[in-house]
């Protein structure tokens, strides 16, 4: 069975920097969509981002880009989302999850479309 591990939140100062990883286990050989989510208190999960693993296509959500990197490394099984330039508007529980391949790689940031998700690593941006 397919389990994905959040790892690498924490509290941050505002304009720092964290990397999360996404550790991936009972992964079978199909290709697959992995992206990161994040939902702060009392809004909706937002989709920021995803990466293609038969393509290596990624995709980014506005609010996020130019600031976000996402990442994957096979030989370790885990995705990464590189943060840089945090404000306190990104403190949010941040979620990894992974869907079969999209033929419309935008739609990556759709939450429905995911059955399989962490359990979520808590990102604080505050000083």
């Known amino acids: 069975q397919l389990q994905l591990v959040e790892s690498g939140g924490g509290l941050v100062q505002p304009g720092g920097s964290l990397r999360l990883s996404c550790g991936v286990s009972?992964?079978?050989?199909?290709?697959?969509?992995f992206a990161w989510f994040r939902q702060a208190p009392g809004k909706e999960r937002e989709g920021l981002s995803c990466?293609?693993?038969?393509?290596?296509?990624?995709y980014y959500a506005d609010s996020v880009k130019g600031r976000f990197t996402i990442s994957r490394d096979n030989a370790k099984n885990t995705v990464y989302l590189q943060m840089n330039s945090l404000s306190p508007e990104d403190t949010a529980v941040y979620y990894c999850?992974?869907?079969?391949?999209?033929?419309?790689?935008?739609?990556?940031?759709?939450?429905?479309?995911?059955?399989?998700w962490g359990q979520g690593t808590q990102v604080t941006v505050s000083s």
């Open positions: 999850a992974t869907s079969a391949p999209l033929t419309i790689q935008a739609m990556c940031v759709k939450s429905y479309l995911y059955d399989e």
């Open positions: 990466i293609d693993t038969r393509t290596n296509g990624t």
């Open positions: 009972g992964f079978s050989s199909a290709y697959k969509n």
